[in-house]
């Protein structure tokens, strides 16, 4: 069982930057390929970003590409969300995901543990 908790969202203005951060509880975290998600109001969780469990493959969504990083300390067990040039589009609510394999995945389908979410909202 893997516990996640997600920290660092908040308000910020178009233009601005936040790191979230996602803590995991276990040993087999660096066994874990992580992935980020989002969900605005109304609408599916969809993909941001994911990370394979040594950090060595990355990938992610289009529209985000360029201006977001994902990286991850297993010494810490924990993993980062680099956000720059935020965008009003970019408000949601951010997840931070993990599954029980090595190699890294854009489906949700794919991520067996959750987090409880952090809110991030971007005025413009």
């Known amino acids: 069982q893997v516990q996640l908790v997600e920290s660092g969202g908040g308000l910020v203005q178009a233009g601005g930057s936040l790191r979230l951060s996602c803590a995991a509880s276990g040993r087999m975290f660096r066994n874990y390929a992580m992935g980020w998600f989002r969900q605005a109001p109304g609408k599916v969780r969809q993909f941001v970003t994911t990370?394979?469990?040594?950090?060595?493959?990355?990938s992610y969504a289009d529209s985000v590409k360029g201006r977001f990083t994902i990286s991850r300390d297993n010494a810490k067990n924990t993993v980062y969300l680099q956000m720059n040039s935020l965008k009003p589009e970019d408000t949601a609510v951010y997840y931070c995901a993990a599954r029980p394999r090595t190699f890294i995945s854009d489906s949700k389908t794919a991520y067996d543990y959750w987090g409880q979410g952090t809110q991030v909202t971007v005025s413009s």
């Open positions: 990370i394979s469990a040594s950090g060595g493959s990355t």
